[in-house]
């Protein structure tokens, strides 16, 4: 019988060729929190370093073959969801995170690409708000995804409050996109802001920041840290990736999510 503790995390997401993001990104991620990534692909999608050029979703039933293959036979400790790229897609997450409700979903609403392309409708925004926010334990949007997600917001704490009403348990959003000196990450839950933490703003733009925090919360989660020290620690980790990032490309700057593995001589 096998002893060691390493929980299983659940990342229901799409692939991204290049690495940066997407399941990759979770799995290196998840790996790093010593976890044992089950990955349910949930889209197919053409992009680089640059952008996303196309994206297409995996057939339905798919997504929920692959992912109660794994519910039926390991432990599951967390669910990681990121890009969803249509209703149908929506759908089925909801119906598999609905016959799991003890299991925490950090809830990464991956709305377009970095240099803006959008990947999720209004219909899609309206299925995940009205879907898969109440069944949420953590929500990560950037603030550009905050204030689409809750447009009625005159701030972003306004956002926040608007998206605790939805359901989640708490929300975290993050400030790469702010004008501000440094970047700072605002958590919120119970209706009020609970912390705000402060980061030095790094020089470069990166390609998977939000997926490799989302799996980092949801790793920590799963190794059963409360969610304040979960949330914490998966931004330091998530910093500690991107101060090391490196750019194999022409366009954005990956983290590099296995920073700890190399040798001081390196």
Known sequence: MNTRNIPVVMTLSGNDPSGGAGILADIEALVSHNCHAAPVITSLT?????????YSPVDIALIIEQARAILEDMPVAAFKIGLLVSVDVVEAVHTL???YPGIPVI???????????ELADTDVIDAMLN??????????PNSREARVLAPEADSLDACAMALL??????VLITGTHENTPHVVNHLYGGNRLLESFTWERLPHSYHGSGCTLAASIAGLFAH??????????????TWEALRNGYRPGMGQYLPDRLFWAHSDEE
């Open 165 to 170: 009403e939805r359901g989640s348990d708490y």
């Open 97 to 99: 995170l609905k016959d």
């Open 224 to 237: 059963g840290l409360e969610p304040f020290m979960a949330i914490h620690e998966a931004q330091e980790y």
């Open 131 to 140: 879907l898969l926010l109440p069944l949420s334990t953590v929500l990560t």
């Open 46 to 54: 053409v992009q680089d370093t640059q952008d996303v050029i196309a």
């Open 107 to 117: 809830l990464d609403p991956v709305l377009t690409s970095g240099r803006g392309t």
